[in-house]
């Protein structure tokens, strides 16, 4: 049981570039979330997915975009990566809003815009 | 969503217990109290939640006050590994893309 598994850990980027970060869980959850994390700061919402085939905003979402084909999946992509970009990026699963429970997160992505 | 208040960073000596506190004088009949702690830049990690009554699971105990105004999230015997930034999140019952995180508490357990 892996959990949530975050891919890739690192990358560096130009400024410009796009790519694409994959998000899978195993534990079978409705709910999938994506967060960044600037320095001295808290994690902050990007995008979120109640289940396959839905995908809402969060508190941050621009100019980034996000798919949930599969259960198991949240990719989040950035189609023109700016050096404001620059963050740690965590992903985090849960069981729908029917069960009050936790939220498991993965161990982060750390990606740098150049 | 119902804002919290923590202070920014806190002391304890190991084997001692700490005590975080948390004010949410603000908080809805609906939200919860949760605790989640981030060790070092990993992912945070779950540790307890309640809407009114205390709980106690086996890495901390919470205790609400009557009010629900504020909270504490007790570590009974603090360990090294126990240094983290712990968060405090109120938010509606099962809601977790709700989950806002502020700046958290940094909690330094010292030798």
């Known amino acids: 049981n892996a959990g949530v598994t975050q891919t890739p850990k690192f990358r560096v980027l130009k400024t410009g570039q796009s790519m694409t970060l994959l998000c899978a869980q195993d534990?079978?959850?409705?709910?999938m979330y994506w967060y960044r994390q600037d320095p001295g700061m808290g994690l902050r919402l990007i995008h979120y997915?109640?289940?396959?085939?839905?995908?809402a905003k969060g508190e941050v979402p621009d100019g980034y975009n996000v798919s949930r084909l599969k259960k198991q999946n949240f990719l989040l992509g950035l189609e023109s990566a700016a050096p404001s970009q620059t963050s740690v990026y965590f992903c985090a699963s849960s069981y729908s809003e029917r069960m009050n429970t936790e939220a498991f997160f993965g161990q982060g992505t750390r990606l740098t815009v150049v | 969503d119902a804002k919290t208040t923590q202070p920014p960073s806190m002391d304890c000596a190991e084997g001692r217990a700490a005590n975080l506190p948390c004010n949410h004088s603000?908080?809805?009949?609906?939200?919860?109290v949760y605790w989640y702690r981030q060790i070092h830049s990993q992912g945070p990690q779950y540790i307890i939640h309640g809407l009114k009554n205390n709980e106690t699971n086996e890495m901390a105990s919470l205790i609400i006050t009557e009010d629900r105004k504020s909270s504490t999230l007790i570590l009974p015997h603090a360990t090294l590994r126990d240094t983290a930034v712990y968060y405090c999140?109120?938010?509606?019952?099962?809601?977790?893309?709700?989950?806002?995180f502020g700046k958290g508490t940094l909690l330094t357990v010292n030798p």
């Open positions: 603000t908080i809805s009949g609906n939200e919860y």
């Open positions: 534990m079978n959850h409705e709910y």
């Open positions: 997915s109640v289940g396959e085939g839905t995908t």
């Open positions: 999140i109120v938010s509606p019952g099962g809601s977790n893309y709700k989950l806002t």
